[in-house]
């Protein structure tokens, strides 16, 4: 006996109804480019489509996450967990699809773990009490290096385009160290440079020649020469504590959140002087570029948002709702 469909009469509400629901279930998916989000004093990871500004899914982390990795392919995420009070020792593994943490990595005796990247299918990050760097094999699950900084409180980590150069902050040390690639893959050679007080937050410009330091104790920037290994000039930006450095994808402009300040310095990165100082609210800390250049994200943690910066126009032309003490955030690209 054939199959034969039963048909019903579909009122004009059940069919707002089912598109509704079916409009809901889509934009739960995990978009791609996805804005993922650390609201650190929640615990929480917030994937949010940055087309709607709407928030898609919030998934546990550890206690205190503050800097976040996207897989190449824009499917992982990789959360480390500072740790509040009491120092963190994890890193959480995000299936960004599933939108759920699938392992909370044990780091055993590596505490604070901070500034974190994705590069060559491993997960580099600081562990800021131990004063090195480490990486995470996600494929065997294992630590499988370690290199010691020899630095108080290294905090932030920033590769070169090419990965021949890795940069950390050191903050108790008021030093910045250039790490150089050599023939042996374990082989790293380091060159400690002093710079500010207090050097934080900082990036490397993108013809890879300048690294600029964001010096949170003492308001100034340290421009390194990569080359030359030194710094070459400090510039006063009289910032309270500045947190974060951000260069715009065409090095044209440097944006500088000043936590304690609640402001974004612009600069003009060629003349290295200031164009515009914008109060964005309380507490501003991560800065994100986003990837067609044309935005750029700040979170601001007292105020429960980020803050959207159109490059154009240096204002803010937008608001994102987020958790408590928004900060660490990362683009996650499917590929």
């Given at each position: 006996?054939?199959?034969?469909?039963?048909?019903?009469?579909?009122?004009?509400?059940?069919?707002?109804?089912?598109?509704?629901?079916?409009?809901?279930?889509?934009?739960?998916?995990?978009?791609?480019?996805?804005?993922?989000?650390?609201?650190?004093?929640?615990?929480?990871?917030?994937?949010?489509?940055?087309?709607?500004?709407?928030?898609?899914?919030?998934i546990p982390t550890g206690e205190g996450p503050h800097e976040i990795a996207a897989s190449d392919d824009g499917k992982m995420a990789f959360v480390a967990n500072y740790g509040a009070r009491t120092?963190?020792?994890?890193?959480?593994?995000?299936?960004?699809?599933?939108?759920?943490?699938?392992?909370?990595?044990?780091?055993?005796?590596?505490r604070r773990p901070h500034g974190i990247v994705f590069a060559e299918g491993q997960v580099w990050f600081t562990a800021e009490q131990n004063r090195l760097i480490a990486r995470y094999d996600p494929?065997?699950?294992?630590?499988?290096?370690?290199?010691?900084?020899?630095?108080?409180?290294?905090?932030?980590?920033?590769?070169?385009?090419?990965?021949?150069?890795?940069?950390t902050s050191n903050i108790g040390s008021d030093s910045i160290t250039l790490l150089q690639r050599g023939s042996d893959p374990y082989g790293w050679s380091a060159t400690n440079i002093s710079v500010?007080?207090?050097?934080?937050?900082?990036?490397?410009?993108?013809?890879?020649?300048?690294?600029?330091?964001?010096?949170?104790?003492?308001?100034?920037?340290?421009?390194?020469?990569?080359?030359?290994?030194?710094?070459?000039?400090?510039?006063?930006?009289?910032?309270?504590?500045?947190?974060?450095?951000?260069?715009?994808?065409?090095?044209?402009?440097?944006?500088?959140?000043?936590?304690?300040?609640?402001?974004?310095?612009?600069?003009?990165?060629?003349?290295?002087?200031?164009?515009?100082?914008?109060?964005?609210?309380?507490?501003?800390?991560?800065?994100?570029?986003?990837?067609?250049?044309?935005?750029?994200?700040?979170?601001?943690?007292?105020?429960?948002?980020?803050?959207?910066?159109?490059?154009?126009?240096?204002?803010?032309?937008?608001?994102?709702?987020?958790?408590?003490?928004?900060?660490?955030?990362?683009?996650?690209?499917?590929?």
């Amino acid at each position: 006996m054939p199959f034969r469909p039963t048909l019903r009469k579909t009122t004009s509400a059940t069919v707002v109804l089912i598109f509704f629901g079916f409009a809901h279930l889509a934009a739960a998916e995990t978009p791609s480019p996805a804005l993922l989000l650390l609201d650190k004093e929640d615990n929480m990871l917030s994937i949010i489509d940055p087309a709607s500004s709407k928030t898609v899914a919030r998934i546990p982390t550890g206690e205190g996450p503050h800097e976040i990795a996207a897989s190449d392919d824009g499917k992982m995420a990789f959360v480390a967990n500072y740790g509040a009070r009491t120092p963190g020792n994890t890193i959480s593994v995000i299936d960004l699809l599933a939108q759920k943490e699938l392992d909370r990595v044990d780091l055993g005796v590596l505490r604070r773990p901070h500034g974190i990247v994705f590069a060559e299918g491993q997960v580099w990050f600081t562990a800021e009490q131990n004063r090195l760097i480490a990486r995470y094999d996600p494929a065997s699950n294992q630590i499988d290096w370690l290199l010691g900084i020899g630095q108080n409180g290294t905090h932030m980590l920033r590769f070169s385009k090419d990965r021949s150069l890795l940069f950390t902050s050191n903050i108790g040390s008021d030093s910045i160290t250039l790490l150089q690639r050599g023939s042996d893959p374990y082989g790293w050679s380091a060159t400690n440079i002093s710079v500010g007080k207090g050097p934080e937050g900082g990036d490397i410009s993108p013809d890879g020649r300048e690294y600029w330091a964001a010096n949170s104790g003492d308001g100034t920037i340290s421009i390194v020469d990569v080359a030359a290994k030194k710094v070459v000039q400090t510039v006063d930006i009289h910032t309270k504590r500045s947190n974060r450095l951000k260069f715009s994808l065409d090095g044209k402009l440097v944006l500088v959140s000043d936590l304690a300040g609640n402001e974004l310095i612009v600069l003009d990165a060629p003349s290295r002087k200031e164009i515009k100082r914008l109060n964005v609210g309380r507490q501003p800390e991560g800065i994100l570029i986003a990837p067609d250049g044309a935005h750029a994200y700040v979170a601001v943690a007292a105020e429960k948002n980020v803050a959207v910066l159109d490059l154009k126009t240096l204002e803010v032309s937008a608001r994102i709702p987020t958790g408590n003490g928004p900060d660490g955030m990362a683009w996650a690209v499917r590929r």
